[in-house]
């Protein structure tokens, strides 16, 4: 590469609505927000693929199983708003170093000491959901580089993150029955450190920041977001295509070896294939978002996940009939994590921190209580299906605000969006 290429490369380059998309923003610092993004979601996801083996040495039932997993992901969901705060305080830079150095120590500390109980259990996953926050950090950090017209191509590569939970699912069950499980946390700690190093290097916050607010603006500002209905639409949005997704992903080791009889390293594999799925098309989600629109892509997004959860819940239990169902919910709610993050920064794009961390909170929540209901179904009912139809229930409530909103939005600030469509 001749040293002038090299050298535009890596140059701080204001976003300009004219050019092309990588031309448009600070390409180094959209790189590593996507790594930092993967690597955080494969340590906050990394209880799911180990839960079938911790939960046979410790006795767990059914329902302790579905909250070990679901843990890590509440925590995220709070951490979020935490987050939130701080990117638009301190930048997302210094405010991702901090999350990532929480969970280096975190993971030492549990691999040193060693987990033998629920409560420890617990602690961990409250550290992993400051791995869980990475989103509140790493979406900002794109977002505010490119312009109204590249926000769905942005976030979608920079939330293609999710695919760190593919690494989790292909190596977390490998790593254990080698080394034991509680190893796999010491040796998550080495690529997050190594992150951690380029990002220090390559990250830059973008000159596009909002004022300082100090603690009691923050917190009205908040409440002013979510005195608005728009908001409380985003996050329930979220909370059906990202919880979704979360969920499932940690999940499905879980159903794999339960329902199906699966070894935790062959349910890994076949989680980890649903789970790729899902990354792969999330920025293709954002770039069909901004095609066609975000609206539109959702809609779709949601009448296709309501019928495979539907059809999952009434599925016989056959490996050959539900990973293809798997698999293609997995895919569709990924194209909805693009598609809702192409509209957020169009509706709130001098709040994209504070609504990052509300939207995010959402998509947490979604997936905590996707977890947890599925293991509370199966202790009480025999079988998860009852979970599976109640989320589907949601992703067609979903639908409905979608189509109830859509006209206001067109006509409001989606009308001021020139070239852009929602």
């Known amino acids: 590469m001749p040293s002038g290429s090299q050298d535009q490369l890596f140059e701080d380059t204001a976003p300009v609505a004219a050019t092309p998309f990588w031309q448009s923003g600070h390409r180094p610092t959209l790189i590593m927000a996507f790594l930092y993004f993967d690597v955080a979601f494969m340590v906050w996801n990394m209880l799911g693929p180990l839960a079938p083996i911790i939960s046979k040495d410790l006795g767990f039932t059914p329902a302790e199983k579905g909250f070990m997993v679901a843990v890590p992901t509440l925590a995220g969901a709070v951490l979020r708003l935490v987050n939130g705060f701080l990117v638009d305080k301190i930048g997302q830079k210094v405010t991702g170093a901090i999350g990532q150095l929480i969970v280096i120590v975190g993971l030492l500390c549990a691999w040193h000491f060693g987990v033998h109980s629920m409560e ?34 942005a976030m979608g590569i920079a939330g293609m993150g999710n695919s760190g939970t593919v690494f989790a699912a292909l190596f977390a069950p ?90 935790p390293i062959h349910a890994g594999y076949a989680t980890a294939a649903c789970v790729f799925a899902g990354s792969l098309v999330r920025p293709l989600g954002g770039a069909l978002a901004d095609r066609i ?32 169902l798997f698999f293609c919910v997995m895919a569709a709610l990924g194209v909805g994590n693009g598609a809702v993050f192409q509209l957020v920064p169009q509706r709130f794009r001098n709040e994209i921190g504070i609504m990052t961390g509300l939207v995010g909170f959402g998509g947490g929540v979604g997936g905590f209580y996707l977890a947890s209901s599925l293991g509370l179904a199966k202790q009480f009912t025999g079988s998860p299906s009852a979970g599976f139809l109640i989320f589907a229930a949601l992703a067609l409530v979903a639908l409905a605000g979608l189509t109830a909103v859509k006209a206001r939005w067109r006509s409001t600030w989606g009308a001021a969006l020139k070239g852009v469509r929602i």
């Open 120 to 153: 420890a259990l617990v602690a961990v996953g409250v550290i992993l959901g400051f791995a869980g926050a990475s989103f509140a950090v790493a979406l900002p950090l794109a977002s505010r580089w490119y312009p109204p017209e590249h926000q769905g191509k």
């Open 174 to 263: 490998l790593l254990a029955k080698a080394f034991g499980w509680n190893s796999v946390f010491g040796l998550a700690a080495i690529p997050v450190a190594i992150i951690f190093v380029l990002y220090m290097i390559f990250v830059k916050d973008s000159p596009n920041q909002p004022p300082a607010r100090t603690m009691g603006v923050y917190v009205k500002d908040y409440m002013k977001m979510l005195g608005q209905s728009d908001a409380w639409w985003f996050i329930f949005f979220y909370g059906v295509t990202f919880g979704g997704f979360v969920g499932l992903s940690g999940s499905l080791p879980i159903f794999y070896t339960t329902e199906l009889g699966m070894t």
């Open 293 to 324: 629109g975000g609206v539109k892509t959702l809609s779709l997004v949601y009448i296709a996940a309501t019928v495979l959860l539907v059809a999952i819940s009434f599925s016989p239990l056959q490996f050959g009939l539900l990973f293809p």
